[in-house]
């Protein structure tokens, strides 16, 4: 299927390799080919922004250019925003006298590790469920690779887990039925909440893993650790049932780039971009340019995403 027909994009890929650049040119590219699009910055080092030269911190859906509306989201608002919306789903259904030391209990599991991630899939999931029906297709531009491979797998280990939860629960309210000698099982809305977040993530898992409706796009530069990097992530998420089918090799030296110096540089990444071409051999690869300016400007970046828009169109005529 056309790469630019997908619904969901996730780019990734090590720090520093250019993946805010190179999410930025896809949506502005996918936008000026007439569709609306919504890019989503989920690293908390927000630069989504600065491309744009305009301020995207206000955690809200925002305009960028026509059709192209962007959305940074502050990961620390929103796990306040989980765990308020799970406190408020547990209000009415726990005693009065068991309230506070439940909420209490919550605070402390907020500031476990992968509370933050969990807030942010949550948020990625309303938007992926939701969001969509207002837009042709969503762009994310994640945190580097390890936060990445978490948060892509999070649907997966939440899933087990919550079925987990459902089936303890489910054992809890037959007991009770047995102890009250009626056999009836009562209503459990607890229950009812558990089952209907289950199904919330089976949803999603399902998006995730539709390769007709997900692109998930890797970006490294032609040196040693990322290509390391974006290999182990690669079979990582391989193992999780997502598969990565393209690449962009970010900041290639250009033929032209003159001088000693360069010459050196250039004969060294040959040998690397050789060992990507063949790594990477089943993937389609794209390969933008060095450029002789920094990405400071929308005009820059417009001609980024003219390269890279020039790139994905001919590995189709191939």
Known sequence: MDILEKKIYFIGGKGGVGKSTTSAAMALFLAQKGKKILLVSTDPAHNTGDLFHQNFSGGKIEKATLN???????????SRNYINGVKGNLKGLVKATMLEEVNRQID???????????????????????????????????APT????????????????????????????????????????????LYDKLNERKNRFK????????????????VLNAERLPILETSKAIETLHQHG?????????????????????????????????EIRDKFEHLRQIFLPLLEHDISSLTALELVSGILGDQIEATFQL
Do not use: C
């Not at 192209?68 to 929103?78: A, C, F, H, K, P």
């Not at 476990?112 to 942010?120: K, R, V």
């Not at 280990?157 to 000698?181: C, F, I, P, T």
């Not at 997502?242 to 250039?266: L, T, Y």
């Open 203 to 218: 949803r999603v898992r399902e998006i995730l893993l539709d390769e007709t409706q997900t692109e998930y796009i890797f």
């Open 146 to 189: 390890g936060h990445t491979i978490r948060l892509l797998t999070l649907p997966e280990l939440m899933g087990v887990w919550m079925d987990g939860l459902l089936e303890r629960r489910k054992k809890v309210n037959e007991n009770y039925a047995q102890w009250m000698n009626d056999g009836e099982i009562v209503e459990d809305p």
């Open 242 to 274: 997502i598969h990565v089918n393209s690449i962009v090799v970010n900041k290639v030296i250009p033929e032209e780039a003159d001088g000693r110096f360069m010459a050196q540089r250039r004969s060294n990444e040959k040998l690397y971009l050789d």
């Open 108 to 142: 402390m599991a907020a500031s476990s590790p992968g509370a933050e991630e969990a807030a942010l899939f949550d948020k990625i999931t309303s938007l992926i469920l939701e969001e969509i029906t207002n837009y042709d297709a969503i762009v994310f531009d994640t």
């Open 68 to 78: 192209l509306d962007v959305l940074e989201i502050d990961s620390e608002q929103e």
